[in-house]
């Protein structure tokens, strides 16, 4: 009963049910969810409305939803991307430019998934874990990241470890979105409009069409942006000061990491 005690091996234990292989699929009361044989959520459908939520090309070029981005990151504590040396007529310290995925000027790596796999299925929740590594000659991040769709509640869990084995580089998670033109963001005591730049996003960030939206919810990692059409919550930058001080600690090299995220 409410409030009184049993022992725990009278619990009732979630059904087992056989472990499905990648790919598979997932639905709840919320959303109806496809995933790929990496891992990747492929289409995600609001069961209300019954849209489409997931848009998996930016640019004519495959991003996988929730992807580990890449870009080396030649700024500093104060400066994103570009050295102030280079941009200082241009770029100002709170840089309000836009920030799409792929730009012309600074390349963007797309993650490698080397082991993709069902780690636990039950009748309330399917867990899945991708191992990968996204690189650029040396520059290279090695992750592992856990999904979790539960039947319970609205939101997809994010859970991505890594240690830090390169300088100069920005990593973002990346969700592409189908036809969600109304963007905005958590700030302190209100909810704004969201701007064509990397901005501070207190808990979240949204984008909707007026019957369905999508929502990246963040935990201690508060900047994202949301530019042609995708959705990213910057995860880490590796970058210092050694031009002003000593300042080689803020690479952070063979520090581990953990994030925590969702989409809602």
């Not at 609001?46 to 939803?65: M, N």
């Amino acid at each position: 009963p409410a409030l009184g005690f049993a022992s725990a091996a009278d619990a009732l234990q979630p059904e087992t049910i056989e472990t499905p292989t990648l790919p598979c699929a997932f639905e709840n009361e919320f959303y109806l969810a496809k995933i790929d044989k990496n891992g990747y959520l492929t289409s995600l459908v609001e069961r209300k409305s019954g849209c489409e939520l997931i848009h998996a090309q930016v640019d004519g070029r495959p991003v996988p939803f929730g992807a580990l981005t890449m870009q080396l990151d030649n700024g500093d504590n104060w400066w994103s991307l570009s050295t102030p040396h280079l941009n200082r007529k241009t770029q100002g310290y709170v840089m309000n430019r836009p920030d799409p995925l792929f730009q012309e000027s600074i390349n963007t790596f797309m993650p490698t998934i080397e082991r993709a796999e069902v780690v636990r299925a039950d009748a309330d929740e399917l867990v899945i874990r991708q191992t990968g590594c996204v690189r650029y000659w040396i520059v290279k991040v090695s992750f592992t990241t856990t999904i979790t769709l539960s039947k319970s509640v609205r939101e997809i869990a994010y859970h991505t470890e890594f240690t830090c084995e390169s300088k100069n580089l920005r990593i973002r998670a990346a969700f592409p979105v189908e036809n969600l033109p109304e963007r905005r963001r958590q700030i302190p005591y209100a909810i704004a409009p969201f701007g064509d730049s990397e901005q501070t996003t207190q808990m979240f960030m949204d984008a909707q069409n007026g019957q369905a939206g999508l929502a990246v919810l963040n935990a201690g990692t508060p900047a994202g942006n949301i530019d042609d059409g995708v959705m990213m919550l910057t995860l880490f930058r590796s970058v210092a000061m050694e031009y002003k001080c000593d300042s080689d600690l803020s690479y952070n090299i063979g520090r581990a990491f953990a994030f925590d995220y969702a989409v809602c």
